[in-house]
């Protein structure tokens, strides 16, 4: 009985053996999500007809190198009104921007990604009565920053996210 639970702890450590060889010879790495993080951002620019500019901005604080994929999360809070978020895409941003989705950003120790998101208020007058201030939050991971726009009630607002970049 010992001796094949030794030699079953002995493959195990042949096969994480070779693994390793296997990605350092192939010059791979493998780089882990990025966990030790600071999160921050909020609206930073306003456009005309309303439309506000938010960014979600994401620093490793780890020791090592780590990866991003995709895109922030984006929560509304509980919505009496439409509202519409899509993934911002080259004919929103113009045909040479970097916003399709990447399948990996690595940050180094101390560097940043940021990705920004779009909240236009919609076709309405912008009256008051008009509209509603719509409250999210947009992050990574378990960390969040809170973004806000005054969005039409009719049900024409949109969000757009884009991807992380790194800057």
């Known amino acids: 009985m010992r001796a094949r639970v030794a030699s079953v702890a002995v493959l195990a450590g042949l096969v994480?053996?070779?693994?390793?060889?296997?990605?350092?010879?192939?010059g791979r790495q493998e780089t882990a999500p990025c966990a030790a993080v600071h999160v921050s951002?909020?609206?930073f620019n306003g456009l005309t007809g309303g439309t506000i500019v938010a960014a979600v901005k994401v620093r490793n604080l780890g020791k090592r190198a780590c990866t991003l994929n995709g895109r922030p999360w984006i929560r509304l809070g509980p919505l009496h009104h439409a509202v519409t978020v899509e993934d911002a895409t080259p004919p929103f941003f113009g045909s040479n921007n970097s916003s399709i989705p990447k399948p990996l950003q690595t940050l180094r120790p101390g560097r940043h990604a940021t990705a920004q998101i779009f909240i236009a208020p919609g076709s309405c007058g912008l009256?008051?009565?008009?509209?509603?201030?719509?409250?999210?939050?947009?992050g990574w991971a378990e960390r969040g920053i809170p973004i806000r726009n005054l969005v039409c009630k009719n049900g024409t607002g949109q969000i757009w996210v884009d991807s992380f970049r790194r800057w």
């Open 127 to 138: 009256a008051r009565w008009q509209v509603f201030e719509l409250r999210a939050r947009a």
């Open 41 to 43: 951002g909020g609206n």
């Open 16 to 26: 994480g053996a070779v693994a390793s060889y296997t990605a350092a010879a192939s």
